[in-house]
């Protein structure tokens, strides 16, 4: 195995006004991983997506981003072009006054010359389907979701290779949200890039993610795949997380036919329609 791009050891962090706000959260995150951060309110999915960028720095413990180290100084332009993150309001993060300034602010900042700058807007502009006439508009005038967009092509400008998007989906309606999601699994599929997603909505994970990561109060307390994850309700309990309604029913069901580990309705159908035609035939001999 290849050695895995994001190293979190024992790492802690506390607010300058004293909240804890992560326990001893070990993990390793490899190259081309698509995981999910999950968790209540407060449980501290924001701060940990912060240390894994480096915005933020262990209070103890470690984070080390493709072997850098988030505790050494002057770290900061070598980081964002490792680890991109997207804030979970677009607007916290948009600040120039056109969507071409947004987008070049980050490689002008890292001292790339201009015409790579240029190149980098342009590309960057593409794969998120912002299109050539709108980079000379303010951000402002764009609809919430373009901005959003414009916010992803300014840290993919950087070309990082993971990238963390903070409640893509959030205040969207279910259209916007497939769409930021499929585009999402675009990069991850065709660009390689390593994709975490923080979000409330399970059945977005259930249909995106490989791996979750369930933090409660600080602590991890669950992390695998998907389907092992949402198996375990009563630890997601703990952190107000409930599988998917497809998963719960198979739980429910408590049945040999039907696997509680489904995580679509799809599979839920055949997995009862195989066990109903099954039994239709026992009944007819
Ligand atoms: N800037 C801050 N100053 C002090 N405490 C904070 C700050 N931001 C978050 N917290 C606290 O840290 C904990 C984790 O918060 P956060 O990482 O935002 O959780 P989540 O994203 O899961 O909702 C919570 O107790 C929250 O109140
Ligand atoms: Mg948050």
Not at 109 to 127: F, H, K, T, Y
Not at 134 to 150: A, E, I, N, S, W
Not at 210 to 239: I, N, Q, W, Y
Request: one cysteine or more; glycine letters at 8%.
């Amino acid at each position: 195995m290849t050695a895995p791009l994001i190293v979190v050891r024992g790492l802690g962090f506390d607010y300058p006004d004293g909240t804890p706000a992560l326990r001893d959260v070990n993990l390793d995150i490899g190259a081309g991983e698509f995981v999910a951060l999950v968790g209540q309110n407060g449980s501290g999915k924001t701060t940990l997506a912060k240390c894994l960028c480096a915005l933020l720095r262990p209070t103890s413990g470690s984070v080390s981003l493709e072997g850098l180290d988030t505790r050494g100084r002057g770290i900061v332009k070598q980081v964002v072009t490792k680890v991109g993150y997207v804030f979970q309001n677009p607007d916290h993060q948009l600040f120039n006054a056109s969507v071409h300034a947004e987008i070049a602010y980050g490689p002008r900042n890292i001292g790339l010359p201009r015409d790579e700058v240029d190149r980098r807007v342009r590309e960057a502009a593409q794969v998120c389907g912002v299109r050539p006439e709108l980079l000379d508009q303010h951000p402002f005038f764009l609809t919430k979701g373009l901005r959003q967009r414009v916010a992803i092509a300014s840290v993919l400008a950087l070309k990082p290779r993971t990238i963390i998007i903070d409640e893509p989906t959030t205040g969207q309606d279910r259209r916007q949200s497939l769409e930021v999601m499929n585009f999402l699994t675009r990069l991850w599929e065709d660009e390689g890039h390593t994709v975490i997603i923080v979000t409330h909505e399970m059945p977005i994970v259930a249909r995106y993610a490989r791996r979750v990561v369930a933090l409660g109060e600080g602590r991890v307390l669950l992390d695998g795949e998907t389907r092992r994850v949402f198996a375990e309700a009563a630890t997601l309990a703990r952190t107000s997380v409930q599988p998917p309604q497809v998963t719960r029913f198979a739980q429910a069901m408590d049945h040999p036919a039907v696997p509680r580990d489904v995580l679509q309705v799809t599979e839920a159908y055949e997995a009862l329609r195989g066990a109903l035609i099954g039994r239709a035939r026992q009944e007819r001999r």
